[in-house]
């Protein structure tokens, strides 16, 4: 008979066995276990690669002090022409914006036809039509603006007495009709604007007139 000791000495201390791969698979689901090695983390990344950066910086400008100074300069440069070129950006754009807002018109018709409209006709419609004929026939402008003015006024219904000092547009506004102000804007424009209109001017208005109240 073998002695215990003698059978303990000639057996080894750890025995290994197989692992069961799907008592081990189970395992390892069961208790979620990442299985994936974690990877870099991506800001270390950034940070080792800027404290490289740094320090190959520092060697450069220990190795050339000038190269500092140099690009000292370059930034200071490159300052004062970008803020120089700012500025120049900002007075175009200040200066355009002034040149965009338009001359405040005059208070009163620029042609002057208001000062005579006190003792305009009493013509009715077809009156007031004729008379822009007889005027323009005569080269008189101004006249024909007025008549067309008063033509205008003669067909439309206003519920006060009409003011000569009215614009075309408050004229509409009191007659209730917003479908004649783009034209009526453009009868503002012939009497009060700065460019001088033409006969030619006072019959496409005219027309326009006629168009929407036919």
């Known amino acids: 008979m073998t002695p215990p000791g003698a059978l303990a000495a000639s057996q080894p201390p750890f025995v290994l066995h197989a692992a069961q791969e799907g008592l081990l698979r189970q395992v390892l689901a069961e208790t979620r276990v990442a299985r994936a090695p974690a990877g870099p983390d991506l800001t270390g990344y950034f940070s080792a690669l800027a404290r490289a950066f740094a320090r190959w910086l520092a060697g450069m400008f220990s190795a050339r002090p000038s190269l500092?100074?140099?690009?000292?300069l370059a930034v200071g440069v490159f300052a004062i022409a970008a803020v120089g070129l700012g500025l120049g950006l900002l007075a175009v754009a200040i200066l355009r914006r002034v040149r965009a807002i338009p001359a405040r018109?005059?208070?009163?018709?620029?042609?002057g036809w208001t000062e005579t409209a006190k003792n305009a006709p009493a013509l009715d419609r077809p009156g007031w039509r004729g008379e822009i004929e007889l005027r323009l026939s005569r080269g008189d402008v101004a006249g024909a603006l007025e008549a067309l003015w008063w033509w205008l006024a003669a067909s439309l219904t206003v519920d006060e007495a009409i003011d000569e000092s009215?614009?075309?547009?408050?004229?509409?506004?009191?007659a209730r009709r917003p479908e004649l102000l783009r034209p009526g804007a453009a009868l503002d424009t012939l009497m009060y604007g700065r460019r001088s209109p033409s006969a030619q001017d006072v019959g496409a208005c005219l027309a326009r007139f006629e168009e929407k109240l036919s």
Do not use: K, Q, Y
Request: charged share 25%; no cysteine; aromatic share 4%.
């Open 68 to 72: 500092a100074d140099n690009l000292l």
């Open 105 to 111: 018109g005059p208070t009163v018709a620029r042609l």
């Open 166 to 174: 009215w614009t075309t547009r408050e004229l509409l506004v009191r």
